[in-house]
């Protein structure tokens, strides 16, 4: 498991165990405009579903899921 990645995350009431990370990337956003640079990772849960995390000051939260 990377450093930093959660091995459970809570989403819509709901605990997702990570089963593998897939990705790992970091991304600028709009930095003229102030935003903080934020990390993302694509993960696998046991369920066998695909998520997208990203890290910012704030802690950990869903950015995308796929079906």
Avoid: C
Wanted: proline letters at 1%; aromatic letters at 16%; charged letters at 30%.
């Amino acid at each position: 498991m990377a450093a930093g990645v959660p091995r459970v995350f809570g989403w819509r009431g709901r605990n997702f165990r990570v089963e593998k990370i897939l990705d790992v990337w970091k991304d600028t956003g709009e930095w003229w405009d102030g935003e903080e640079e934020k990390t993302f990772v694509r993960l696998l849960t046991t369920g066998g579903g695909t998520v997208e995390l990203f890290h910012s000051d704030r802690g950990w939260h869903v950015y995308k899921t796929y079906d």
